[in-house]
């Protein structure tokens, strides 16, 4: 009787019933997995909302958002409820770095040269170390024939990565008598 009684108890807590609530985060990593990443990057801040203390639904809906698809408008309203929410962005900040440096490159190389230096000047704001910032300042201030200040960032970002690739590049730029 009591191996019968155990056996009901498990059929009845494996068998979904109507009432219960859904789980969000489940079901972004389920739309993640399937490739479904615009889904997936809602469900996850759906899952953050309902839940502000949920890292896991964060850390979800800001690297789909802010990560390789470079979604800056999905990404500032991850990174904007997460500062309503939780009063702070530190942890994605990095991702919010990436996601305006690839656009004001973007924004760059289409000659739309003040909107990407808003875009880099915002993200040397969140990540004030990173070299590849300078590196795209100092290119829009070339473009604007602004020497000095292309010939600064140069110089930090030569300071902070002395190997970073694009230096040897800007130095040609900056001094084209130079090149062979």
């Not at 997936?40 to 801040?45: F, G, I, N, T």
């Not at 958002?65 to 990174?79: F, P, Q």
């Not at 440096?101 to 924004?107: K, N």
């Amino acid at each position: 009787m009591r191996k019968l009684a155990g056996m009901a108890a498990v059929v009845a807590l494996s068998t979904p019933t109507l009432g219960c609530p859904r789980d969000p985060l489940a079901e972004a990593r389920n739309l993640e997995r399937d490739g479904r990443t615009d889904e997936a990057a809602e469900s996850y801040l759906d899952a953050a909302r309902a839940d502000p203390a949920l890292m896991a639904a964060w850390d979800g809906a800001a690297r789909l958002a802010c990560g390789d698809r470079a979604d800056i408008s999905g990404c500032l309203e991850v990174l904007d409820t997460e500062l309503e929410l939780l009063g702070q962005v530190e942890r994605h900040g990095e991702l919010l770095a990436e996601a305006l440096e690839r656009r004001g490159r973007a924004r760059l190389a289409q000659g739309l040269v003040h909107a990407a230096l808003e875009d880099l000047t915002r993200a040397q704001e969140v990540a004030p170390e990173r070299p590849s910032i300078f590196a795209a300042q100092a290119r829009a201030y070339l473009m604007q024939g602004r020497r000095v200040e292309a010939k600064e960032r140069i110089e930090q970002a030569r300071k902070r990565d002395p190997s970073l690739e694009e230096l040897s590049e800007l130095h040609e730029l900056m001094n084209p008598s130079d090149s062979p």
